[in-house]
């Protein structure tokens, strides 16, 4: 624990709020590429059932 004398080391108020944008960037990145993922994950889903359905539309009439 710091004496009650002794002052806190100052950080420059503009590199703390770069890295604040930074992360706030970084976080944001993550997330779009977790929902492009989920997206691609949804697609893909959808790619398989269609595959398995293909013969039973085959056999429907028209």
Do not use: Q, W
Not at 6 to 28: C, G, Q, W, Y
Not at 32 to 55: C, I, S, Y
Request: glycine letters at 2%; a negative charge.
């Amino acid at each position: 624990m710091k004496d009650a004398g002794e002052k806190p080391t100052p950080i420059e108020a503009s590199r703390k709020l770069s890295d604040a944008i930074r992360d706030v960037k970084n976080a944001f990145a993550d997330r779009d590429d977790v929902v492009v993922d989920m997206r691609e994950a949804h697609r893909m889903r959808l790619d398989l059932l269609a595959a398995e359905l293909a013969p039973v539309f085959a056999e429907v009439p028209t």
